[in-house]
């Protein structure tokens, strides 16, 4: 797992391109099951604003690669 050290504003936008790619997943499903894929955004919906408020400071991503992400001021 490769281990990321960024500053609040770099780890939303980390975020929120992650979410992107979650949309897009979505939006390319072949089939209508897509609840993993929603769970997903709303997972990331709530972390991008407890990183925000500064309520977690360490995250990790597993999907496409695992990656734990310290957020520093």
């Not at 992107?20 to 997972?43: F, H, P």
């Amino acid at each position: 797992m490769e281990r990321f050290f960024m500053r609040r504003g770099s780890a939303v936008i980390m975020l929120l391109y992650h979410r992107r790619g979650w949309q897009g997943k979505i939006a390319t499903a072949a089939s209508d099951n897509v609840e993993r894929e929603m769970l997903e955004i709303e997972w990331i919906d709530r972390l991008v604003l407890d990183v925000r408020a500064g309520r977690i400071r360490t995250f990790e991503l597993t999907d496409p690669k695992a990656v734990e992400v310290n957020v520093i001021d």
